[in-house]
C-alpha cells in the first residue's frame, strides 16, 4: 500500500514510475469505494488520476498553483494533498467537499463548482504573480466539455494574445462532457486526436498558443516527460491530453454519461442502491415528449445537462433536431429561445436554478426586452434542492422576479405544473418561467381550470379570517399545516391563497384582505432580500397591515443540513404559529 503512504505532494516525488503505477490503482479503487457507498463525481475523477499524480510529482504544489475547473475532477488532487482520510475512512467521507476549497487546503485556490472557469481564474494568478514580480508555474486543469462554455473561450482568448509568461492549460479531453460534446470546436479537438495534434487546423495555435499533444493521457511516464518539458516555461501553452473518462471501472467505461456523477450503488454490478422515485424533472420530461411528438415547432433546450431533466442518450437521438443541446452556454440557450420563439417556434429552456445565474444579461436583454414567448423551466430551485454552496437555488427568485416581462410561476403541484407548461407552451403574449417545487411530488388529482393569461391573479383555497397565508411554491404546502395547526391552537379558521405568480401582486385580492384580516404571512424558498415576500410587504407598507415574510437568509452556506436551515429561518409549522401567537 503506497495511499496511506501519501500526506502531502512531497510523499509523491518519492516513488519511481512503478509504484506511482500502484499508487494510481489503489486512489482508483479508493474513489470506486467512497462513491459507492457516498455517491459523488465519478468518472471524471477515475480518468484524471495519472495526470493529477504527474502533476503533483513534476511541479511544486503550492508555490505552483493549480486550478482546476469545475472540480469535478479534483479527488484524486485532494487525496495527494492531506485529504487522503476523506476518501479512505467512511467516518470522514463528508469531512471535506466534492469541489476544490482553498479553506480546506493551501493547495487549492478557490471555491469552484461551477464550469469553463479555471483559465480565466488561473490567468488572474498569473498577473497578481507578474505584478508582484514573483515567480512559479500556473497550470489550468480544463476538461474538454467545459470549453463550449464563453469564459473558457474568453479566457484562451486573452492567454493567446496578452500573456507573455508562464501559463500552462491542461486540457483533459475524454471526448465527453456530462453527456456528449456539442459544437464545432470538438470537430477540431477530434481532428487533433486523430492526427495526434498534428492536423494543421488546430483551434489552440489559431488563438496563438504553443501546443503539444498526449496521445495517452493515462500514461505516466509520457505525461512526467511533457510536464517537465513546459515546467517553468516562458509563456502560454496548452497540453491536450487524451484521457479514458471512468478508468477503471468497466461499467463507467462503457457507459460515460450515466456515470458522470453517481449517488451510492453496488461496486459488484454497477446497480444503485435506491430505486428511482417519481420527481418532477422525469414528469416535465414525459411531458415534453409527448408534447413534441405532437407538436414539431416544440423543441427542448438544453445547456450541456439533459441528464438533470432525465433525457437519456435513447430519448434524445429519437427525438433528433427538436432536442438541442448547445453545449455549456446558457447565455446561447436564453437568446437562441428568444430568436426561435420569434419567429413561431416554441422553445422549453430546461436549466439549473444555480446555472441559470450565468445568463442574467440574456434573460433581461435578449429576452424579455423583446418579449418573446420562450418557455424556462427551472429546476432544484430553492432549500430542497442541492447543498453544495457553488450550486445553492435560492437566488434565483430574487434575480429573475424584478425583469419586466417575464412571469415567473410556482406550481405547487404536479397537476399545476403541467397545466403551468401547457399554457406557455401555447401562449404567445410572455416570456414564461416555470420554478418547479423541491422535495417529493405532490399530487391532489385536481384538474387545472385557472386561465393563466390572467396574470397575477391568486388562488385563495381557504377562506377565513385575521390571518392570510400566502404559500408560494414548494412552501404552499406549509402554508396549509400552520394554518391547520393555528385552528387547532386558536379556533380561528385562516385565510390560505397559493399566489402561483412570483413576478406579480394580486393588488385587488390583497386590497380585499384589509377588510377583515390584520396579518398576512409570505412562505418563499428563496432569499427575503429582493424576493417575493418583499413585494406583498412594499403593498401593505402604507397600511396598518402587518406582514411577516418567511424564508431563507441571504447567505452562502455549504454542504448545509436542510432540516436545520428551514428551522434556523422558522420555516416550520409549529415556528410560523408560536410566531402568529405573539400577535
Not at 36 to 64: C, M, Q, R, W
Request: proline share 3%; hydrophobic share 35%; net charge negative.
Amino acid at each position: 500500500m503506497y495511499l496511506e503512504k501519501i500526506n502531502s505532494p512531497e510523499d509523491v516525488k518519492k516513488l519511481n514510475i512503478e509504484e506511482m503505477k500502484v499508487l494510481a490503482q489503489e486512489i482508483r479503487e479508493a474513489i470506486i469505494k467512497r462513491d459507492a457507498i457516498h455517491g459523488g463525481h465519478f468518472g471524471p475523477n477515475l480518468g484524471i488520476v495519472e495526470a493529477t499524480i504527474a502533476l503533483h510529482y513534476v511541479f511544486e504544489s503550492p508555490k505552483d498553483k493549480f486550478v482546476f475547473d469545475v472540480s469535478h475532477q479534483t479527488y484524486p488532487h485532494k487525496i495527494l494533498t492531506g485529504r487522503r482520510e476523506a476518501f479512505t475512512d467512511e467516518a470522514h467521507y463528508d469531512d471535506v467537499t466534492g469541489y476544490s476549497n482553498q479553506n480546506e487546503s493551501e493547495h487549492d485556490h478557490f471555491i469552484l463548482g461551477h464550469t469553463s472557469t479555471s483559465i480565466s481564474l488561473a490567468l488572474g494568478l498569473a498577473k497578481a504573480r507578474d505584478v508582484k514580480g514573483e515567480t512559479g508555474n500556473v497550470v489550468a486543469i480544463v476538461g474538454d466539455g467545459s470549453l463550449s462554455g464563453g469564459e473558457a473561450l474568453e479566457g484562451l482568448d486573452f492567454a493567446g494574445g496578452e500573456l507573455k509568461s508562464n501559463f500552462i492549460i491542461v486540457v483533459n479531453d475524454n471526448e465527453m462532457s456530462i453527456a456528449e460534446n456539442h459544437g464545432g470546436l470538438y470537430k477540431n479537438l477530434k481532428l487533433l486526436r486523430e492526427t495526434e495534434g498534428k492536423a494543421e487546423c488546430n483551434l489552440f495555435k489559431a488563438i496563438g498558443l504553443e501546443y503539444i499533444f498526449i496521445k495517452d493521457g493515462n500514461n505516466l511516464e509520457e505525461l512526467i516527460e511533457t510536464l517537465k518539458k513546459v515546467k517553468d516555461i516562458n509563456h502560454p501553452i496548452v497540453v491536450h491530453i487524451y484521457t479514458q473518462k471512468g478508468k477503471g471501472y468497466k461499467p463507467a467505461e462503457e457507459d460515460k454519461e450515466s456515470w458522470h456523477y453517481t449517488m451510492p450503488f453496488n461496486i459488484e454490478n454497477g446497480k444503485p442502491l435506491n430505486e428511482d422515485i417519481e420527481d418532477y424533472c422525469n414528469i416535465t420530461k414525459e411531458y415534453l415528449i409527448k408534447k413534441m411528438k405532437e407538436d414539431k415547432t416544440v423543441v427542448t433546450i438544453t445547456a450541456g445537462t439533459p441528464g438533470d431533466f432525465g433525457f437519456s442518450k435513447k430519448e434524445r437521438d429519437e427525438l433528433g433536431s427538436q432536442f438541442v443541446d448547445v453545449g455549456i452556454a446558457e447565455q446561447t440557450a436564453v437568446a437562441m429561445s428568444s430568436g426561435m420563439a420569434s419567429k413561431g417556434a416554441k422553445p422549453v429552456f430546461t436549466v439549473v436554478s444555480s446555472f441559470i445565474q450565468r445568463t442574467y444579461d440574456q434573460l433581461s436583454q435578449d429576452l424579455c426586452i423583446n418579449n418573446n414567448p420562450a418557455t424556462i423551466v427551472v429546476s432544484y430551485g430553492g432549500a430542497i434542492g442541492m447543498t453544495d454552496v457553488t450550486h445553492l437555488g435560492w437566488f434565483d427568485i430574487a434575480m429573475m422576479s424584478n425583469i419586466p416581462n417575464l412571469v415567473y410561476l410556482a406550481p405547487t403541484t404536479k397537476e399545476e405544473h403541467l397545466a403551468m407548461l401547457e399554457w406557455s407552451i401555447g401562449q404567445q403574449e410572455h416570456p414564461v418561467a416555470i420554478r418547479i417545487p423541491g422535495g417529493k411530488v405532490v399530487s391532489n388529482g385536481k384538474k387545472v381550470t385557472k386561465n393563466f393569461s390572467k396574470l397575477n391573479s391568486y388562488e385563495v383555497n381557504q377562506k377565513g379570517e385575521k390571518v392570510a397565508i400566502i404559500g408560494l411554491g414548494t412552501f404552499y404546502q406549509l402554508g396549509e399545516k400552520a394554518a391547520k395547526l393555528y385552528e387547532e391552537k386558536t379556533g380561528v379558521k385562516v385565510t390560505v391563497i397559493n399566489p402561483m405568480y412570483i413576478t406579480g401582486v394580486d393588488e385587488k385580492l390583497l386590497e380585499e384582505l384589509k377588510k377583515d384580516h390584520s396579518i398576512v404571512i409570505t412562505l418563499e424558498d428563496g432569499v427575503l432580500d429582493g424576493g417575493f415576500g418583499e413585494k406583498i410587504a412594499r403593498f401593505y407598507g402604507n397600511s396598518d397591515m402587518k406582514v411577516l415574510n418567511y424564508g431563507l437568509k441571504k447567505e452562502f452556506l455549504d454542504r448545509y443540513n436542510i432540516g436545520k436551515v428551514l428551522t434556523k429561518n422558522r420555516l416550520k409549522a409549529n415556528l410560523i404559529v408560536e410566531d402568529l401567537l405573539k400577535f
